[in-house]
């Protein structure tokens, strides 16, 4: 064969043209999806008491006129020219809404952002709800403790107490499996007061230790995937480094030297350090009405000082983290850790099956390759993500809720829409709160968040007067915020760093081998650790009882990032839960469209954040028949492809059915 039998100018015109032709098909034959939302945003016609309004002109009692809020929600379907026209309330500068119209955008590489969705978010008063403001209010109050101590039932909740004695963690949880949510016999109420949908009791279930013992100490706060339930509660990956190219290589060119214990991870000839600067402790906001509704209005505060430098340590520290990352970081250094370590890449690449004798993966199957699909993923999910947020759900951020919650039980409600006022007093009721009394029961979360908000407006001269506010101590439950700012100006749900980490960590488990020992992956000796306050490393009290997967600890990962954001007030557990989901399937998207440019054999294997294993597989040829995606459930049953992607939206009326298409 010579240079002129390579396929070239027409010839290879026509199969690229072919391929392409193939992949682009391939996201087209998705399932079509119509936007389905909870109803609660034209449920209540007064005030938008569940909706996203931050940064609209808000009343005195944090309510926005419905005019108002029909003019953003057209500006934001309609797009640029009604927007041009929107008005922040807060005078300049002011905070901004982000990319309020990149759903509406689309993409050229993997799903459009309408083939995937998120089913509808909790309603307004229903039991769901109820626990998720409950779990947003513990992390709020233990925000300080160290993640270790979490994973001790009899470690005190400092500053907090009942009839004067003090609250642990295991009384935490007790307040918490006190709600019919957690109860593991209990009926909760779901989607328009019907029994819950399959996903519903999956989204429930997986906040359980098991179905017998439901929430425990052990899954206080842990991720949906078993994965991210053993163990230490933070992954190795948010504060291990590499192995030091420095220090040499032995005659096997593995590495010799540096200690991954120092969290330094190499890239390149510079060093990406785990440490960082940490938010101060016991500096919460928002914990007065006037401050809250100063926020609503869009007003730009500046930030705190960090001052001091360390490896997380405690859920302060990892809000900290989530505030300021560049979305994907946590699993660019997680790919660098794995590359500079040997991690085991997929058995099934192409260089691994043919020719590893004389070939390495590089610009196909080798770092860059990797590096470069999982930031490329990340815009991916964004974009789906604000498709979600702005232009189908609109939902409140917790802090908005928990505003309400508080409005109600102290009567500064004027203005309030009658059946919202009836949901959030369902919800007092269910979260303790003593309607005869006014006052929240002892040894309820609710007391417990009144007690710290009063702590943290207290002056700091004990006689000193403190100024009048709308909420009396007794009924401010205003969600404690992490960040000055509150909540970014973007709606909750679906959560973008929860997106972005379904989609990154899914690729990372397709490139590397997924069932590998992560010990073996990271050249581990078999210990796990935790952080101390002063930057050191030492053996975790809890470690795993066995030997987890790499891609138990990715998993671990997303989890970590996705519910850190819960750990600042800026999330609920559904906004993970679907969005994580939603991430996985556009990532597992665009990993099935790039099989089509492939001209080898070969094969990718990862497991989803629901247990399935999904084979990804190409003959190398260039037409439709030579890809394919094999689905095997938890049960050991073969799933479609399509069925896989619409598990969680089949209940919902959002999967438009063939028939419809026809009638």
């Not at 642990?168 to 949510?181: E, G, Y």
């Not at 991690?343 to 260089?351: L, R, T």
């Not at 557990?573 to 080898?600: F, P």
Request: net charge negative; charged share 25%.
């Amino acid at each position: 064969m010579t240079q002129s039998d390579l396929p070239s100018g027409k010839d290879r015109r026509h199969e690229a043209d072919t391929r392409r032709t193939a992949a682009v098909k391939s996201s087209f034959d998705l399932p079509l999806l119509r936007p389905v939302d909870n109803g609660d945003e034209d449920r209540f016609p007064d005030g938008q008491p569940a909706s996203f309004t931050k940064g609209l002109n808000h009343d005195a009692f944090g309510l926005v006129s419905r005019g108002e809020y029909e003019n953003f929600r057209e500006a934001l379907v309609i797009g640029d020219e009604r927007m041009k026209q929107l008005k922040i309330a807060a005078p300049e500068p002011h905070r901004k809404w982000e990319s309020p119209i990149a759903g509406v955008y689309f993409n050229d590489i993997g799903a459009d952002t309408d083939a995937v969705a998120m089913p509808p978010a909790p309603k307004l008063g229903l039991s769901e709800l109820c626990a998720e403001m409950a779990s947003v209010y513990a992390m709020a109050i233990t925000r300080d403790m160290s993640f270790e101590s979490l994973q001790d039932p009899n470690a005190v909740i400092p500053n907090i107490h009942t009839g004067g004695n003090p609250v642990t963690v295991q009384d935490l949880v007790d307040a918490l499996r006190k709600l019919s949510w957690f109860a593991t016999d209990g009926k909760p109420v779901g989607w328009k007061g019907k029994s819950l949908t399959g996903h519903e009791k999956r989204r429930r279930a997986a906040t359980w230790e098991n179905a017998t013992d439901g929430l425990t100490v052990k899954t206080l706060f842990r991720g949906s995937a078993p994965g991210a339930k053993d163990g230490p509660y933070l992954s190795q990956f948010m504060l291990l480094g590499t192995l030091d190219l420095s220090e040499g290589q032995d005659e096997n060119f593995n590495r010799t030297g540096g200690n991954p214990l120092d969290g330094k991870i190499e890239y390149g000839l510079q060093t990406i350090n785990q440490a960082q600067l940490v938010p101060e402790e016991r500096e919460d906001y928002m914990t007065t009405w006037e401050d809250w509704l100063n926020v609503q209005q869009g007003t730009r505060l500046p930030q705190p000082p960090h001052g001091t430098t360390r490896r997380i340590h405690t859920p302060r520290d990892l809000a900290g983290y989530v505030h300021f990352d560049a979305l994907y970081q946590a699993y660019l250094n997680a790919c660098l850790i794995l590359l500079a370590n040997g991690a085991q890449v997929d058995m099934g690449n192409p260089i691994l099956q043919n020719r590893d004798r004389n070939s390495t993966g590089f610009a196909t199957w080798g770092g860059p390759h990797i590096l470069s699909l999982v930031t490329e993923v990340a815009t991916r999910g964004l974009r789906a993500a604000r498709r979600t947020k702005f232009q189908v759900h609109r939902r409140a951020r917790p802090e908005v809720i928990a505003a309400r919650i508080a409005q109600i039980a102290s009567g500064h409600d004027d203005g309030f829409d009658e059946m919202a006022r009836g949901k959030v007093t369902t919800m007092l009721t269910e979260l303790g709160f003593d309607h005869n009394q006014g006052v929240a029961q002892p040894g309820t979360i609710l007391d417990w968040v009144s007690q710290y908000n009063a702590a943290q407006n207290a002056p700091e001269d004990a006689a000193e007067e403190r100024p009048a506010t709308a909420l009396p101590d007794a009924t401010n439950f205003l969600l404690p915020m992490a960040f000055v700012e509150g909540s970014p100006m973007h709606p909750a749900y679906g959560a973008g760093h929860a997106t972005v980490a379904g989609a990154c960590v899914t690729i990372l488990k397709a490139f590397f081998e997924h069932d590998e020992s992560f010990m073996a992956a990271v050249k581990g000796d078999g210990t796990f650790y935790a952080a101390d306050d002063n930057d050191k490393l030492r053996p975790t009290a809890n470690a795993p009882a066995t030997d987890p997967t790499l891609a138990d600890e990715l998993d671990k990962l997303a989890a970590n990032i996705s519910i850190g954001r819960n750990m600042a007030g800026v999330h609920y557990y559904s906004d993970y839960y679907d969005s994580l989901r939603m991430g996985e399937r556009i990532a597992v998207g665009i990993l099935r469209e790039q099989m089509y440019t492939y001209h080898e054999k070969l094969t990718m294997t990862l497991s989803s954040f629901d247990g399935d294993e999904i084979v990804l597989k190409t003959e190398g040829g260039s037409n439709q028949a030579d890809v394919s995606v094999h689905v095997t459930d938890t049960n050991g049953y073969q799933v479609t492809f399509a069925d896989w992607w619409t598990r969680d939206l089949e209940e919902y009326g959002i999967v438009i059915k063939p028939t419809e298409l026809t009638s």
